[in-house]
């Protein structure tokens, strides 16, 4: 008899460890369009201070601040990134709906802490 329980015991304990088969969910085919996503139609910024950097290409920044400490592209967007002692100066450029070259929509400023400071003062203070 205890033969027999630890028989059954060992089989029982055996059909735990081999696992369990669940039934195999077949992939989902991927489907791509084949054509590229529309570019996107980013806000522009605006304000005072900003004129020169908003809507200028990214060879018009290179000529007003210099080579870019990163040059970034994603998609349909770019990012250039300018540097000077006082500020941080993130361009974000994008093609525009009526297509051509990628423009400046929108920029964001820190100082040398990480803190936002005003875009303004930082495009006056990079192009001294």
């Known amino acids: ?3 027999h329980a630890a028989l059954l015991l060992a089989l029982a304990l055996a059909g735990c460890a081999g696992g369990s088969t669940s039934p195999r969910i077949p992939p989902q085919p991927v489907t791509r369009s084949a054509t590229p ?6 806000t522009r910024m605006t304000g ?6 908003v809507d200028a290409t990214a060879a018009q920044l ?3 601040f210099g080579q870019p400490r990163l040059d970034l592209a994603e998609g349909d ?6 540097a000077g002692q006082a500020c941080l100066l993130d361009v974000y450029l ?10 400046a929509t929108w920029v964001d400023a820190r ?13 006056a203070a990079l192009g001294r």
Do not use: H, W
Request: glycine share 14%; aromatic share 6%.
């Open 1 to 3: 008899m205890r033969f």
């Open 37 to 42: 996503p529309p570019p996107s139609t980013p």
């Open 48 to 53: 005072r201070g900003l004129e020169g950097v």
């Open 62 to 64: 290179v000529a007003r």
């Open 77 to 82: 967007a770019r990012k250039l990134q300018f």
């Open 94 to 103: 994008y093609t525009l709906a009526g297509g051509g070259e990628r423009r």
């Open 111 to 123: 100082n040398t802490a990480g803190e936002s400071v005003d875009p303004a003062g930082c495009i």
